[in-house]
């Protein structure tokens, strides 16, 4: 399979319908560039529908979206060649891959359908009638029958914006975001847990420390009470004792001065 070169490319292209409309310009080094048609689809975009472009409007392809890209021109390959495409260098540099397919199979009539995903840090720009997509083209040994379901595509269809459509697509920037949203959100709970630990282990010491208070005065209190009680005891045996010395004291004191008196009788009488 041999690749057909510049000469034999423009020769093929002006002499026959394979691209319509056809620039000569845009032959360069071996491949055809083609250009960005009129109607595009973006996964980000709201409502999710198709978007008709004028002429020179431009589309902004956000990191992490993905985007249904219609050729302007109208290809009819030839059944004994095969055609792959790409992207521009200078859009690839960008971030912008191609996940559509690589080739055009023989016999295939109609516009190209562009998958492309944005996996760069940056939005990407378009223009309406710009080119991006260059076409090679390849000998086959034999001519082939197209069998296929995007026969002579003027549009894009249902199937790729459904297949598009299922959920939500988020870009690895949203993503990141929203991992640093949460990452936030996760510290501003903990610190709010340590507060309210914080808080609460205060309150707990000021507890503890409380009924310490209470049970050491408590003591003391108990201690003073029975020291009291003590002392008012031994005070009040001491009284007693005090007492009953000075009763028999007394008692002592009264036989005394009977025995006196008795003597002093005694003592008048033998006179």
């Known amino acids: ?21 056809f620039n000569i310009n845009n032959i360069k080094n071996g491949a055809y560039e083609l250009s960005l048609g009129a109607q595009v689809f973006q996964t980000d975009s709201s409502p999710r529908s198709v978007k008709n472009l004028n002429e020179g409007d431009k589309i902004e392809i956000k990191p992490g979206q993905f985007a249904l890209l219609l050729t302007n021109e109208y290809l009819k390959i030839p059944e004994d060649k095969i055609a792959f495409i790409s ?51 390849a000998e086959l040994n034999e001519k082939q029958d197209y069998k296929g379901k995007h026969e002579k595509q003027v549009r894009i269809l249902d199937e790729p914006i ?26 501003k709970r903990i610190a709010l847990v340590e507060k309210d630990y914080t808080a609460k282990d205060y309150l707990v010491k000021t507890t503890v420390a409380l009924c310490f208070i209470i049970l050491a005065k408590f003591a003391f209190d108990w201690f003073a009470l029975d020291y009291g009680y003590k002392k ?4 009040r045996e001491s009284e007693m004792i005090l007492d ?28």
Do not use: C
């Open 232 to 235: 008012g005891r031994q005070q």
């Open 1 to 21: 399979m041999a690749f057909v070169g510049t000469n034999n490319l423009t020769k093929l292209l002006q002499s026959t319908d394979v691209i319509t409309p």
């Open 244 to 271: 009953s010395t000075i009763n028999s004291l007394l008692i002592e004191k009264e036989k005394l001065i009977f025995e006196i008196d008795s003597l002093q009788k005694i003592k008048a009488k033998v006179r």
């Open 162 to 187: 459904e297949a598009l459509s299922q959920g939500e697509l988020v870009s690895p920037n949203v993503l990141s975001k929203k991992i640093d949203d949460n990452q936030k959100e996760l510290e």
């Open 87 to 137: 992207i521009k260098a200078s859009i690839k540099f960008k971030g912008l891959i191609n996940v559509s397919g690589f080739h055009v199979d023989p016999g295939f009539e109609g516009k190209l359908l562009f998958s492309v995903y944005n996996a760069g840090p940056a939005n990407i720009f378009l223009s309406n009638g710009s080119s991006y997509f260059p076409i090679w083209f």
